[in-house]
């Protein structure tokens, strides 16, 4: 069996594993040693493939496996993976495994929460190893679907509006690219739908580019928040419980921005060239647009999902810059924000079990009552503004110098226009931190709080290592996705 099918496979036994756990103690352990088993084979991927890249490999997937599905329309088991696939497989295994201990106590309906949780998790890891239209397509499709039961039916607040604008608004973004999808595999002759294959071939016509690629960079650009379709992301981040917050925040929207990167202008370079200045125009707007939103909000959760169309903004602002710089500065933005935005999201469902309010205008003095959350909450909020020595800096900072490459007047006025949010940014975390944390606990029933347990601790520190490892040892990674960008970046230099 083909090595990268375990990351499959692991979530295939946990369900079993899940279906067959009679106790809480059972449903726990199966999702320990699942979810530490993914992580285990993640960090092992890395490991051979830098091992791999070192002793002078060339080709531009490694580890791949190729099994026929069917013939007649030529689909097919394909896997594969470079430095960005195995990027986002390590990502999405750290967010898996503090994302089981950050639903350590979830109540009730246990079993049934974790099984939705491993089926959308299997979704992830399935997208981010395949290199076949069709797979790649089912994959996402089974990350989309288990979010309407895990917000419906264990969220809070507005949960049945939020799990249907959601799932509309998602479905409706699949309808389009199953579209592009279909007119990518006949515009190229119809012989094959494997990524790599219709790349080589570079044989869909101009006037095809030109319809397939808005559908398609649209169709996975609805997950990446794209503006104005970013409405559902708010609504689903507050509604939703906090490991699913975790990992959709965290890894789903970055299926959006790997889908638009590998598919819509890998495969359509002269449309991406042609009319990705419309798009750039789209996702500069959601960089700032989501930074003022941001500001004026007054729920947790809805500042950092505001926050979130920002950061992820960023991501599409960059891949549309075509160069090598700023798509990597676009795959360490998405590795930074999923692991920043993973950390605020668990620090905000801890808050808000104890104080039962997500209301900034309600919170005050926490540093007092609850230490630990609070200054993890402080460093949360430095990696999300920028401060060097930690994650953000090193992803936005590559992005903003990437972007300045351009020597247009077009993309450097949008590329200042994107800085601006730096400053907002710092506006509303320094003021949100100053408000919840610091001053006098004025609210009695706070002032009887604990701080966190241990699972709480040990997810939260785990995230935080990760944030100010990627921050302070950028270089290992920076390296890795740099030479896997360059084949898609030289597709689209005219």
């Known amino acids: 069996m083909n090595f990268l099918s375990l990351f499959v496979l692991i979530p295939l036994l946990m369900l079993g594993g899940l279906y067959l756990a009679k106790s809480i103690k059972a449903i726990r352990g199966v999702m320990v040693a699942g979810s530490t088993a993914l992580l285990i084979l993640s960090v092992v991927l890395t490991f051979l493939y830098l091992g791999e890249r070192q002793a002078g490999a060339t080709a531009e997937m490694l580890f791949r496996a190729d099994t026929v599905w069917y013939a007649p329309l030529h689909i097919a088991y394909s896997v594969g993976v470079d430095g960005i696939s195995v990027a986002m497989l390590l990502l999405s295994a750290v967010i898996v495994f503090t994302g089981t201990f950050a639903s350590w106590k979830l109540q009730p309906l246990t079993k049934e929460y974790f099984l939705w949780f491993t089926l959308l998790s299997m979704g992830v890891f399935g997208f981010f190893i395949s290199i076949d239209l069709f797979t790649m397509f089912m994959f996402y ?4 679907i ?3 039961l895990l917000i419906g039916v264990w969220g809070s607040g507005r949960k049945e509006y939020a ?3 959601l799932t509309l608004m998602l479905m409706g973004g699949s309808a389009f690219l199953l579209i592009g999808i279909l007119g990518i595999f006949f515009g190229a002759g119809g012989t094959t739908m494997n990524i790599l294959e219709i790349a080589q071939l570079h044989n869909i016509p101009f006037a095809q580019q030109c319809i397939w690629f808005p559908l398609t960079f649209l169709g996975f650009g609805v997950l990446g928040a794209l503006f104005p379709f970013h409405t559902w992301s708010p609504d689903g981040h507050a509604s939703a419980p906090t490991a699913v917050s975790m990992l959709h925040a965290g890894v789903l929207m970055k299926l959006g921005d790997y889908g638009c990167f590998r598919i819509a202008m890998y495969l359509m370079p002269e449309a991406a060239n042609e009319l990705g200045w419309i ?3 789209l996702t500069g707007i959601s960089v700032v647009y989501g930074a003022f939103s941001a500001c004026v909000q007054t729920d947790l959760k809805y500042i950092n999902a505001y926050s979130s169309v920002s950061h992820c903004g960023l991501v599409l602002f960059a891949i549309l810059m075509m160069n090598q710089t700023a798509a990597t500065g676009a795959v360490l933005q998405m590795l930074s924000h999923g692991l920043m935005t993973a950390l605020f999201f668990a620090l905000i469902g801890m808050i ?8 900034v ?4 003095g926490l540093m007092k009552v609850m230490p630990f959350l609070s200054v993890c909450y402080v460093i949360a909020g430095l990696a999300n503004l920028g401060l060097p020595g930690l994650s953000g800096f090193v992803a936005e900072m590559t992005i903003f110098v990437g972007s300045f490459q351009n020597f247009d007047v077009f993309h450097r006025t949008l590329t200042i226009i994107a800085c601006s949010s730096i400053v907002i940014t710092a506006v509303y975390i320094l003021r949100l931190v100053g408000k919840i944390l610091y001053g006098t606990c004025t609210n ?3 002032l009887a709080l604990t701080d966190a347990t241990w699972d709480e601790r ?3 520190i785990c995230l935080i290592i990760c944030v100010a490892g990627l921050g302070m040892a950028p270089f290992w990674v920076s390296h890795m996705i740099g030479e896997s960008v360059l084949p898609v970046v030289s597709h689209l230099i005219p």
């Open 279 to 281: 798009f750039l125009i």
């Open 444 to 446: 009695k029933h706070h």
């Open 141 to 144: 499709e089974i990350a989309l």
């Open 146 to 148: 288990p979010m309407y």
């Open 352 to 359: 808000y079990g104890r104080t039962h309010t997500r209301d």
């Open 163 to 165: 799990a249907m604008k």
């Open 458 to 460: 040990f997810a939260v």
């Open 361 to 364: 205008r309600e919170l005050n």
